[in-house]
């Protein structure tokens, strides 16, 4: 029996699921798979090593961690489905992340969603449009990101839960607007699989500073995003390969009209899709 022959055979079994996009699916699963291990001629060591890598990934996953997600970040998987299944016209999207977490307060407009102590003061604010430019009334932000210390709530014992999270809902103009830390930097869990792959790569584990957006409204497409410092390092070389241009923004210092008990001030509209 020949590879071809092999593959051929396993595409013959799974040819007939009822679905039709399974079909589709599974069969160009299989034959890049095949393909993969044909060109590489793959070794019973490395599929072993590749196998006890897959269980030690799932075997990192728990209720706050989701170890497979963040592989797929980093192979810029995440960022590739964002791209194939962009609207046209929208505001571009980029990678969940692996800390997001349902279930965050609803804030009032303009609250703060952390402490004093969690960074520099910065504003958030700006409009959700539909793609014709007017104003959505009722649309939802959920937006969470990091501490200064470059920690999310759920892998920081000393802040409280949902700290730096909350969710805002437009007015009939549809601006938002609430008071944050200006984001920083992060390194990316590297305690696991996800870690030893990146080292074993020569990769770096930054990620740039920015805020994470889910943003919808009734009748729309929800789409998740960032809104990125224009001012960091690491905008070429996101470990995640997260960054957009159209995403990147610069938080300014407070001018004549802005608050004065923030030291940044940043504006980020977000125009979603019909349904």
């Avoid at 728990?62 to 963040?70: S, V, Y």
């Avoid at 970040?73 to 609207?87: I, W």
């Avoid at 802040?159 to 990316?188: C, E, H, M, W």
């Avoid at 995640?240 to 940044?264: A, C, H, I, Q």
Wanted: charge should be negative.
């Amino acid at each position: 029996m020949t590879p071809a022959q092999l593959t051929g055979q396993v595409l013959a079994a799974y040819a007939s699921p009822r679905d039709p996009r399974l079909r589709e699916l599974l069969g160009t699963l299989i034959s890049h798979l095949h393909a993969f291990v044909t060109e590489t001629r793959l070794t019973p060591e490395e599929w072993l090593t590749a196998v006890r890598f897959l269980t030690a990934t799932g075997q990192t996953c728990d209720d706050e961690r989701q170890e497979f997600i963040l592989l797929s970040d980093v192979l810029g998987v995440s960022s590739l489905v964002d791209l194939v299944n962009a609207a046209e016209g929208a505001t571009e999207s980029t990678v969940l992340g692996p800390f997001y977490v349902p279930g965050a307060p609803h804030r009032a407009m303009g609250e703060p969603i952390g402490r004093p102590q969690d960074g520099v003061p910065t504003l958030v604010r700006g409009r959700v449009t539909g793609r014709d430019g007017q104003p959505l009334e009722g649309a939802t932000l959920d937006v969470w990101q990091c501490a200064s210390n470059g920690l999310y709530d759920t892998q920081d014992p000393e802040q409280p839960r949902f700290n730096l999270r909350g969710v805002f809902t437009t007015g009939p103009d549809g601006s938002y607007k609430f008071r944050t830390a200006r984001p920083v930097s992060y390194p990316i869990p590297v305690d696991g699989p996800v870690g030893d792959l990146l080292r074993a790569a020569g990769r770096s584990h930054w990620r740039a500073a920015h805020v994470h957006a889910i943003v919808s409204a009734p009748g729309h497409r929800s789409v998740t995003t960032h809104v990125f410092d224009a001012g960091n390092e690491y905008l070429s070389s996101d470990a995640v390969f997260g960054v957009k241009d159209s995403l990147v923004r610069t938080f300014r210092t407070p001018g004549e009209g802005d608050p004065e008990d923030v030291s940044y001030v940043v504006d980020m509209d977000f125009a979603l899709a019909a349904s």
